[in-house]
């Protein structure tokens, strides 16, 4: 039976616990895509509160791959040096670090993008960021492929631990999965298998690239949540096929933000029967699968994690929002303050990741001011 305390391995990688910062865009690297020395402070800190497990923000693999400002890239040699500055600080403070890779692909907020075209699998219109994508060729797909290959290969020369592929949330490769976005008539169109065919052949390529020792990891949707995309049935396909392929860890996360209240992050998680709101899906594929599971979506007590945990609903569990109030949190529970996550779930911290400082907890520091006054 195992606790969140206890050390898990992953690949060749250990954790000194089974918990994990879910990657969390942070709108704190350069305008250029590299890294600050405010986003290596922000991730030190998260490793000096005992985190297990430490993702970074979405990490553009290609400049028309970049979803939003303050995003880090990873398109080219010059992103490395301030990201193995990031890598030391993490390793120093005994933590672990692990690089999410990703095409934005039509989910992208950057409205100046000079001559960058905006891609998808198909032209189908996005209404909320308000583009039609142009459908990549085989050749960008192949281009798209090199370039995950690569920035997991510089990941690696960065001194990550692991790297992720981002194929949740309905960017590139979520785009691809979902039927209601893929129309295409070509190999990579249709059934499951064909839909899925452009994410394997990424994780082939980033596995060739990293070699067999090196935790590759992705994230991927239970279902998407909007009608006629990516479905339970084919996260199941999906994931048993990546199991079989050899990938490391799965993060079973779920919705696009076309979602509305069903997107990746919920508000209102009051109850602990609020919480861990991916479970029922997740456990399913995890009993289908041999390679660890790790829950997102609404953790937020140490009562929920060890149920999860103890049952062996999930080998794992990640928290994006709670770690943005509290950095600290898994170390004041290891401590023994048992307290759930005060996160409420609120999203404004969403907005707070736009402004120029970058991300931070809005209600936190309100009651900061107020406690000043
Ligand atoms: C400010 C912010 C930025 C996020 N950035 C990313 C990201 O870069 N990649 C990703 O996969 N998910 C991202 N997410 C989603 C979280 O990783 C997580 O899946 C979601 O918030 C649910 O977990 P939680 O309830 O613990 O917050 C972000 C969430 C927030 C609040």
């Not at 995003?71 to 005994?94: C, S, W």
């Not at 991927?220 to 079989?244: M, P």
């Not at 307290?339 to 009651?367: D, H, T």
């Amino acid at each position: 039976m195992a606790g969140l305390f206890d050390e898990i391995k992953i690949n060749k990688m250990i954790l000194r616990n089974r918990s994990v910062r879910s990657a969390t865009w942070t709108g704190m690297a350069r305008k250029d895509g590299t890294c600050s020395p405010k986003l290596i402070k922000l991730t030190e800190k998260l490793a000096r509160g005992e985190v297990g497990l430490i993702i970074t923000g979405f990490t553009y693999v290609m400049p028309n791959g970049q979803a939003l400002p303050g995003q880090l890239g990873i398109h080219n040699n010059a992103m490395t040096p301030n990201l193995r500055k990031l890598t030391k600080a993490v390793h120093a403070a005994k933590g672990k670090i692990c690089m999410q890779i990703v095409h934005a692909g039509v989910q992208t907020g950057v409205k100046d993008r000079g001559t960058l075209p905006v891609w998808g699998p198909s032209a189908v219109h996005d209404k909320l960021y308000g583009w039609t994508p142009k459908p990549v060729t085989q050749k960008e797909i192949k281009e798209t492929v090199e370039a995950f290959a690569g920035a997991a290969a510089r990941a690696k020369r960065a001194g990550f631990d692991a790297v992720q592929l981002h194929g949740a949330h309905g960017f590139l490769i979520s785009q691809f999965l979902s039927p209601a976005r893929n129309r295409r008539t070509d190999k990579y169109g249709g059934p499951i298998e064909n839909r899925a065919r452009f994410l394997f052949e990424v994780f082939r390529a980033v596995r060739k690239a990293v070699g067999k020792d090196f935790p590759v990891l992705i994230k991927l949707n239970t279902q998407d949540f909007v009608r006629g995309g990516f479905h339970e049935r084919d996260a199941l396909f999906v994931a048993k096929r990546l199991d079989k392929m050899g990938i490391d860890a799965i993060e079973m996360s779920g919705g696009v933000p076309a979602a509305g209240d069903l997107s990746p992050a919920r508000t209102k998680i009051r109850k602990t029967s609020d919480e861990a709101y991916f479970l029922s899906i997740a456990k399913k594929i995890k009993k289908q699968v041999s390679v660890p599971i790790i829950l997102v979506g609404g953790v937020r007590s140490l009562q929920a994690i060890s149920q999860i945990l103890e049952k062996g609903d999930a080998d794992l569990v990640s928290m994006a929002r709670p770690l943005i109030r509290e950095p600290g949190l898994v170390r004041r529970w290891r401590k023994g303050d048992k307290e759930k996550a005060k996160c409420i779930s609120c999203n404004q911290c969403f907005g707070a990741a736009m402004s120029p400082q970058g991300v931070y907890c809005v209600v936190e520091r309100r009651l900061k001011k107020r406690k000043k006054k």
